[in-house]
């Protein structure tokens, strides 16, 4: 007991120097940005050094106070044009910088502090989150018969986390965004899927909230979508990666996992909070049966993928991505390739190289639930009829004719729009 209190005595006196050296410091606010998200609007606001500040609120006009201690104002600051902020005033004294948020209605901000992460220095962040409708917390979901399976689409970094930045200048959020929507659409043309986006501007939110917005909706598949960097700029070629409980299949997934996982810091998060968690034991069990999905899936991607694009290495891995942590939701992670490469880059942000990606990213995520169909979709009523598994050397007429059927009923079934078949694609036949 004596040990602990001395440290605590230790720790408060720490405490208390810290804050002295702090504010003898002055601190310039630099700049500030806002992000706007569907349910929250943030402001970020660059300061020079650590210090103190206070916030409040007051109404009639609803506004945010924020008084930055032993702090000067760099520049004049400017606010975008933003649905829940109005406009920014300031003024100055000798202890502080007050700042004031004018807003279009009343919020209860949420604000904390955060440290110097990857290229960004001090930020104080402001949160306005808008209230949840109690409508959407409480009403059941009641799952239909011959249901579309569900996919959740997740565009990965946002906001305050550009993500990789390539050797031109591209960001990762903007590319990973841009293949999550297109992805989308090519889902929704199946017939039997359906896609929802996880992310669909630009703003960040919590990797823990990406798939709990996944399992929320009951999503039969996640996927996150990302093109990182690497430290050398002759790596190169897209890769599939599921959860790993034990560690990673390689130097590269490790390393990608580890700077995957430190999107928080750099997106804006502090705390993270645990009270909604499952208990420890029910979370592997459910988890155990859902990484042997999330590894089904992540292997018909990688089929689907492979020998129609650059893959890196293996093309398929495995790491410890919070992202991919979903209790119950298979979940995948697609590196689309590496935006430290110069022709990586270059292709992901052509239009006929993000057409042929997500097309093979489709058949793979279609071919995945043809193979291992969730019970009451329409998929898993297609599934009970007659298939067949492309074999090398096979073709569509072949097929066809060996069935007793044509070419058109075929496409029509199986839901193509050209002849070509690939070795291991299910087919499914007329009865
Ligand atoms: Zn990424």
Known sequence: MRIVSGLMRFTYLCALLMTTVVTAKTADIESV???????HTRAVFDISAQTDYKLFELNNPPRVVIDVASARLKTQLELPKNRDIKGIRF????????????????????????????KYGHRLVVDLNHEQSQEQKTVEQVMPENRDV????????????????????TYEKEITLNIAKTLAQKINAQKGMQAMIIRDGDYYIKLRDRFKKARDKRADLFVSIHADAFHSASVNGASVYVLSQRGASSEAAKWLADSENQADSIGGVIIEDKRDMLSQVLYDLSQNAAMEESHKAGQAVYAALKNKVKLHGRGFGQAAFIVLKSPDVPSMLIETGYISNPDDEKNLKSTAHIDKLTTQITVGIRNYFYQSPPPRTWI???????????QSGDTLSAIASRNGTNIDTIKSINNKSNNSVMIGEVLFLPQ
């Open 91 to 118: 003024s100055e004294n000798k202890e502080r910088v007050r700042l004031v948020l004018d807003l279009e209605k009343d919020f209860k901000p949420k604000s904390f502090l955060l440290k110097p992460t990857g």
């Open 33 to 39: 940005r806002v992000w706007s998200g569907p349910d």
């Open 380 to 390: 898993a009523a297609q599934a009970k009829a007659k298939k067949h598994v492309v």
């Open 150 to 169: 569900l996919v959740a689409i997740d565009a990965g970094h946002g906001g305050e986390d550009p993500g990789a930045i390539g050797a031109s200048g």
